[in-house]
């Protein structure tokens, strides 16, 4: 059995941002494969056995089972001693970063992209048109951000680079290019690309295709 | 000078988290207004001088100058040494909620209350019935889980009550009955109002009623 095992999908940027953390550190994890897109996480049982809040990512680690995907960073941070923050300053930046990105970032991203490739369906076009405009508002703010310095916290990749990026690989599938429209954007997602041992959230965790309707 | 300087307006449920912190911590606290809905938080001055993200809540707090509610929280807890946690699982805990509150409840709420309240000729109805849709949502989950305890994170209040809390008490802007609808948050939110010293937004922040326009 392995040390971690994360409830996750390949299509969840909130499951990648932990499982791209185990990934770089080296860790002995396995992947235990939510069937989100036919429901899941909205069961009973997944409910009240393993996520009161419906979600992924969860990390089982020990006796200890986590859930939200900063707490799970936090905690890996702490236990790789990786990713983390060298200062009091900078771990109040990680969590600043990391909360922008739980309010402002990837709640619109990942509604738009869920609409538009898996649910197209139940897209509305008033709401594909609200969503994008938030998101574009808070990559407007990340890639100003990035436009002086080179990863988003310190001086070197943090959890809050982790956090962030969550959703901005599916690039294609939202529809945006980050190198003309956010350069500052798609310059720091070529060197999270350049981390040895990086890969895409598709090669990194199950369920890429969509596995047929049950 | 007060110790604490507060960026705020009272329609911000962000930033009444920190403000009630203050006002239930008895701090020395003085708010700023900011004159959001003439557009103070999007002007360039604001975003490089004060908050980059263009938001409230910003505490200033002798050298310190922190932005994001749970940042603010956190330091808070610190400082004061209330409304914190016992233990490192209660900390995890009460992180696990303040992101669940920023991810799922805070946003869905403030930008459907905004639209009804302060910006109706911007409402569309599509966008409104799907905001409305995920606070629900949201207000499910944290019912149920308010259904078997008293407090969300530990047995006693701390932040991520605060934090929850934010833009609960504009239930009658928000057009929602907690008692008939949700008896779990009713019951809690009575319980923070009990708390000594309480105080609704608008009594607590300035700006309310609304300004004219400038």
New interface residues.
Partial sequence: MSEHTLYCFAQSGNAYKPALMLQLCGADWSPRFVDFFNGETRSAEYRSRIN???EVPVLEHGALK??????IL??LASHFARFGWASEDER?EV??W???D???L??YTA?YRFFKCFAPQLA????QE?LLG?AKAAYG?LD??LSTRQWIAADCPTIADLSVCGYLFFDDEIGIDWASDYPAIAAWLRQIRALPGWKHPYDLMPGHPLPPKA
């Fill in positions: 009161a809040m419906g986590l859930t939200q995907s900063a707490v936090e905690h109040r969590w600043r990391i909360l922008w739980n309010h402002k990837t709640g509604a509305k076009p008033d709401v609200f938030r703010v100003k951000h």
